[in-house]
């Protein structure tokens, strides 16, 4: 059964630094695409960030743009998000996916997903 599991979550005052981490227990880790999403109180689900299986390649949604990176290590199936200058709109759960093996970094669709760690930053 595969598991993702976050973690790295919990409370900081705005302008601090959070460091996600997201284990994955797929044997076929380098195959996938690995992707964080979050979700605030009362909102969708959003996607934040995607990295590509082996190229490095990365993607991020505009309002976290040079604040979050992404990061794979392959070789510990750990898909990291380094969020740096956090605001109280980065509030929210945050989940972390993979996407179904021998994808393209274009794509959209995740087959796993974690339980989420909760990020809660204070003004």
């Known amino acids: 059964q595969v598991q993702l599991v976050e973690s790295g979550g919990g409370l900081v005052q705005a302008g601090g630094s959070l460091r996600l981490s997201c284990a994955a227990s797929?044997?076929?880790?380098?195959?996938?695409?690995m992707g964080w999403f979050r979700q605030a109180p009362g909102k969708e689900r959003e996607f934040v960030a995607k990295?590509?299986?082996?190229?490095?390649?990365?993607y991020y949604t505009d309002s976290v743009k040079g604040r979050f990176t992404i990061s794979r290590d392959n070789a510990k199936n750990t898909v990291y998000l380094q969020m740096n200058s956090l605001k109280p709109e980065d509030t929210a759960v945050y989940y972390c996916?993979?996407?179904?093996?021998?994808?393209?970094?274009?794509?959209?669709?995740?087959?796993?997903w974690g339980q989420g760690t909760q990020v809660t930053v204070s003004s």
């Open positions: 797929l044997r076929t880790f380098s195959l996938h695409v």
């Open positions: 996916a993979a996407s179904p093996p021998l994808s393209s970094v274009t794509t959209t669709s995740y087959a796993y």
């Open positions: 990295i590509a299986r082996t190229s490095g390649t990365t």
